[in-house]
């Protein structure tokens, strides 16, 4: 096939995304400062993402084999590439400075590079319409996120996190490997489309076939934490520094899902039959499970984690249904999960900034926070709320649009594990929201510092809150842009 | 161009009072208080100039005394599509009425955090004449589950913590997670019903009119009736899912109380007679005996266990559980002289409830308990108060001459034409009534003094509260024709939509 300009410009974002990593790393070559390594790689992720529009005109095209660019992928990588801006943001604000003595005592440059690299891995993911693609944007994804969980680590539990999550991640990546190779085995090919017609062309998919699509299902599952592959969750999210955990919970779900999208898309067999069996049985225990845990936390990273684990679960019920408004609720429902995680982490953060050993997230940390920071907790508020999903926040609008496709489909089972998952959902949500507002106790001070609005990271956590509001009451604008960012099927 | 400011009033209202902290304790309250007069004058005014022979009514497009529609989000067909008929325009004034109340009897017993406590209290009155006024299933969503979260700040941060371990949290929490998992069915349910209407329209809609139009097959309605039903249940409180009310209302400040027992409970009956009955006539018709008899335990059931309360407030609760048990009844006994009286009844109880409640809270300021056996003999005390109670404890057993009574005898006599047995049974409530109202006042103000010291008396503002009240109780109970009047066009389309289906129901079987 012919490169011409078009191309390389449908390619633009994940260019200039994987140009600005390489800008970085020689800048950290050259001189070692850490505001220069922010300001490059903040400006190349600005840059990318306005080459989006670009991208747009250009789209849809099929670059290479491997590599679809269309509204749908280009509506993922502005989310990835937005999330990404936000974790840098907050991590410069976490990495802290050096001139008072305190702070992070390590190499701070590095974090930046691997942040760089991992978004570059979720813009091929979500672009990827090739099981080759799936699997070089994945691990593209995944190995810096080694990295970057562990980045703290001479901290025990970061550098644990960060073992466990490669170990575990590798097996779900080799769980992967295998599903696909089976998969190619009985369709003859890499293409997603071929495996669709491959597959619908013999009526029911073969026992391999079946096989290999369940082993890819787990290795999926294994990086979106779904139960019963969810149990690095809440160790990765409380040992990794905040800013990553935010990418982690983010970028990286957003763009491994958009994936799982695509291919059962494209391939709707991979949905039917027994596979439907398990996805729901995955999605239910999600819910039920991942709530039950979270409402036994007493800190509020793990909370979050365990919160995450339901949210995917509820997103499952959308991939179930398929049909109808099902690919434009995971489109808002991902876009609203992004702003609220966003603000979530963001949050904790800024409570644990600059670096001191430990991030500020056991909960009665939290305690009265409202008499001391009213502005932070003000954003914590608004956040819980819409994980909740209680109207007047952009969460809501997402469990709406989920909702609707269950009932679309006529999914009783898995919108009544909703309900009660919500139901036991808003326990956890209101303590940490209430602990909040509880009068100030005698505890040591841990705050977020006097200036932290002044911040950069502040500014935007503040931007994070008032988007969630204003699309709450308004969403419309967010409804049409995701509308437009549809799948275009092949054929 | 009225109705959206009904709705803005509270909620600007209320960001004034969080700001208007800054400038000093007292300026919170004044706004509050000013927005809320500002409310119920409105209503007032509304309420006086309005035609109220307009309500919606089977085979028509639904008409309206005041209407007002602004798209909102296209995607899905909703809009911001307010109206008033006389049922709303009457709960509209409560809930005014109440506000302006509830900022009046916490003016003493809120002292921390005043601007957050009233941002708090104004959110919720404005989500409340928002679920009044919707009539968009979407938006009336919205602000069903909207008011919740400053009742749980309410409940959660100045509340008391009672005895016996329960706390102010937990019983915020289960309110909270009762109506919330409620809401979710009844947001299921209206999916439901939209995509139905999708399907056979092509349209995608949440407009009550649209919506009254479609054709459900006799299980889907049921189903989705149901789902209504389960919300609207919740709240109401129908009695295997009223455990939350008591523990609420024990724990909740008294202006929560107010709320709460005034018009939160009242929004449920409201869903029902706007909702439930006009979308799924034929569903509720089939359903109406279980709910009769249900409404008849919870009468019973109420009246007994709020004898048995100890701690004052929660006998009120108890007592508000077998007064709302009589509204059920009669909503879905499908008789218009009934339904006039659930409208009465709502007004009465809205009105000697939250007196109950705010002079149990006057009694708290003083004696700092709620408990009844540390009570005893207060009538020697202090002048007023135990004699006010007296006349609202008359009143809440339905004596003629209050409001309560109109309410009370129109539903019984209506609902005898339909459902004899039911009603007669449900007067047994009446008479339960008296045991446990003047058992409250047998315990709490007369008996043996634990304490001879003299308690201080009431001042002008609170006297004033409680006296209005009671005029407003004994003008409704003399002269109940304006209320009547203006909700008769309304339940009379509701009787005719469920009256036509329950006829059909019983005739079939």
Request: with cysteine.
């Amino acid at each position: 096939m012919e490169f011409t300009t078009q191309h390389l410009i449908a390619l633009l974002p994940l260019l200039v995304t994987c140009a600005t990593a390489v800008v970085v790393m020689l800048g950290i070559a050259w001189r070692r400062n850490h505001t220069l390594t922010y300001v490059l790689s903040v400006l190349g992720l600005n840059l990318a993402l306005l080459s989006i529009i670009p991208a747009l005109g250009a789209a849809p095209l099929a670059v290479t084999e491997m590599v679809q660019v269309d509204r749908y992928a280009c509506f993922y990588t502005a989310l990835i590439l937005i999330a990404t801006l936000a974790c840098v943001t907050l991590a410069h604000a976490y990495l802290g400075e050096h001139d008072d003595g305190k702070g992070y005592p390590g190499n701070r440059e590095e974090l930046y590079l691997l942040t760089l690299l991992a978004a570059a891995g979720g813009i091929l993911l979500v672009s990827a319409q090739n099981l080759a693609g799936l699997f070089i944007g994945l691990e593209l994804l995944s190995v810096p996120v080694y990295g970057m969980v562990a980045y703290a680590f001479f901290n025990k539990r970061s550098l644990e996190a960060g073992i466990k999550y490669m170990v575990l991640s590798a097996a779900g990546s080799a769980f992967l490997l295998f599903g696909m190779a089976l998969l190619y085995a009985d369709a003859g090919t890499l293409n997603f489309t071929g495996i669709g017609t491959q597959l619908a062309a013999n009526g029911l998919p073969s026992a391999m076939a079946q096989l290999g699509l369940g082993m890819m299902l787990v290795g999926l599952a294994f990086k979106l934490s779904l139960v019963p592959f969810h149990l690095w969750t809440p160790d990765v999210y409380e040992g990794a520094p905040a800013p990553v955990a935010a990418f982690l919970a983010t970028a990286s779900k957003v763009a491994v899902f958009a994936v799982l999208l695509r291919l059962f898309q494209i391939s709707p067999v991979a949905n039917e039959g027994l596979l439907n069996l398990v996805l729901s049985a995955i999605a239910i225990a999600s819910i039920l499970i991942g709530n039950l845990l979270a409402l036994i936390q007493s800190n509020l990273k793990r909370l979050l984690g365990y919160s995450s684990i339901a949210h995917f679960g509820y997103l499952l019920i959308a991939v179930i249904a398929s049909k109808g408004l099902a690919v434009e609720a995971i489109g808002v429902y991902l876009a609203t999960y992004t702003l609220t995680s966003l603000g979530a982490f963001g949050v904790i953060t800024l409570m644990s900034t600059p670096y001191s050993g430990r991030d500020a997230d056991a909960l009665y940390e939290y305690r009265g926070l409202f008499w001391r920071r009213p502005y932070l907790t003000a954003v914590l508020t608004v956040m819980m709320l819409s994980l909740a999903g209680i109207p007047l926040t952009a969460g809501f609008i997402g469990k709406f649009y989920v909702i609707a496709a269950g009932v679309e489909s006529g999914q009783w089972w898995l919108l009544a594990a909703l309900i009660v998952g919500s139901a036991i959902g808003v326990y956890y949500y209101l303590r940490v929201m209430v602990a909040m507002f509880l009068v100030e106790p005698n505890l040591h001070r841990h705050d977020a510092p006097m200036r932290w609005a002044q911040r950069a990271g502040g500014i935007m956590l503040l931007c994070v809150a008032v988007l969630a509001f204003v699309l709450g009451v308004y969403p419309q604008p967010l409804l049409d842009l995701v509308q437009h960012a549809g799948l275009a099927f092949a054929g | 161009m009225i109705l959206p400011w009904l709705i803005l009033i509270p909620f600007i209202g209320g960001l004034l009072c969080w700001y208007g902290e800054r400038f000093g304790t007292t300026l919170p309250r004044w706004i509050a208080l000013l927005s809320m007069l500002l409310l119920f004058g409105l209503g007032l005014w509304l309420w006086a100039t309005g035609d109220f022979t307009l309500a919606p009514a089977p085979g028509v497009a639904p008409q309206w005394a005041s209407e007002f529609q602004v798209p909102w989000i296209e995607r899905f067909g909703i809009t911001i599509h307010l109206a008033l008929d006389g049922l709303s325009m009457l709960m509209v004034v409560l809930t005014g009425l109440l506000g302006v109340l509830s900022v009046l009897c916490s003016w003493n017993e809120i002292q921390h955090r005043i601007g957050f406590f009233h941002l708090n209290l104004m959110w919720i009155l404005g989500g409340v004449v928002g679920v009044f006024l919707a009539v968009d299933l979407f938006l009336f969503f919205f602000f069903w589950e909207m008011m919740l979260v400053p009742m749980y700040f309410l409940i959660a941060l100045w509340g008391h913590s009672g005895s016996e371990g329960k706390t102010r949290i937990n019983a915020a929490t289960k309110f909270f997670i009762y109506t919330q998992a409620s809401g979710l069915v009844m947001l299921v349910a209206i999916l439901g019903l939209v995509l139905v209407n999708y399907s056979q329209t092509g349209v995608l809609t949440f407009n009550y009119a649209d919506l009254l139009k479609v054709e459900l097959a006799p299980r889907t309605e049921y189903l989705l009736m149901l789902g209504f039903f389960i919300a609207f249940a919740v709240k109401f409180p129908v009695v295997p899912l009223h455990s939350w009310l008591p523990d609420a209302h024990a724990q909740a400040p008294t202006a929560g109380s107010v709320d709460l027992a005034g018009i939160l409970l009242k929004t449920a009956a409201y869903g029902m007679l706007r909702f439930s009955l006009p979308l799924f006539p034929n569903a509720s018709a089939e359903f109406a005996p279980i709910v009769m008899w249900l409404g008849v335990f919870a009468i019973v059931y109420g009246a007994l266990l709020s004898f048995a309360q100890t701690d004052i407030k929660r006998l009120v609760a108890y007592s508000s559980v077998s007064h709302m048990g009589f509204v059920l009844i009669a909503i879905y006994s499908g008789s218009q002289i009934a339904l006039q009286g659930a409208v009465v009844q709502m007004v009465a109880h809205g009105l000697s409830a939250a007196a109950l409640f705010i002079l149990c809270g006057q009694l708290y300021e003083r004696l700092h308990t709620r408990d009844m056996r540390q009570m005893g003999g207060i009538w020697a005390r202090m002048p007023y108060l135990p004699a006010v109670s007296l006349f609202f404890a008359a009143a809440a057993l339905g004596l003629p001459g209050t409001g309560n009574f109109v309410g009370e005898f129109l539903i019984l006599i209506g609902s005898f034409q339909y459902v004899p047995w039911i009603a007669v049974l449900a007067t047994s409530g009446l008479v339960l009534g008296s045991v446990y109202s003047l058992i409250m006042i047998h315990r709490a103000y007369f008996g043996p003094a634990k304490d001879d010291s003299p308690l201080a008396g009431l001042r002008p503002r609170e006297l004033g509260m409680v006296l209005g009240l009671a005029v407003l109780l004994v003008l409704l109970g003399i002269y109940p024709q304006p209320v009547l009047d203006t909700s008769a066009a309304s339940m009379h389309g509701v009787q005719q939509w469920f009256g036509t289906a329950f006829t059909q129901f019983a005739s079939a079987r």
